[in-house]
């Protein structure tokens, strides 16, 4: 209480300090150390394989219905998923979005009501 802290935090600094020293009440990261829900290494491999084998430039949706094929009982990505892993790679390009409407070289009427 009189340093502002938990008795919490204060036992943890304590804890660090006895077993590192000085280093150890250095600010740490608070970044994850791993992701669960990652794709794994050879399926991103596997849809990227996918997407350049082939005659035609296959999609999100046709990727995912050959890896069912491929792999049958992995958890399979989302389409969303497998579209970030090939944006990721380089093999899709986003295009620029066109306005709907064009626009207009003359002025608007003159209002009579």
Known sequence: ARYGISRKTGYKW??????????GL???SRRPWGHP???PYTLQQAIIELRQSGRGLRGPKKIR???????PDADLPGLTTIYHVLKRAGLITSTRRRRRVAPTARPFASVQA
């Open 65 to 71: 219905e050959l890896l069912a094929v491929r792999y």
């Open 14 to 23: 304590l804890a660090r300090y006895q077993a590192l020293g000085m280093d």
């Open 26 to 28: 250095q600010e740490r």
């Open 37 to 39: 829900r990652q794709t």
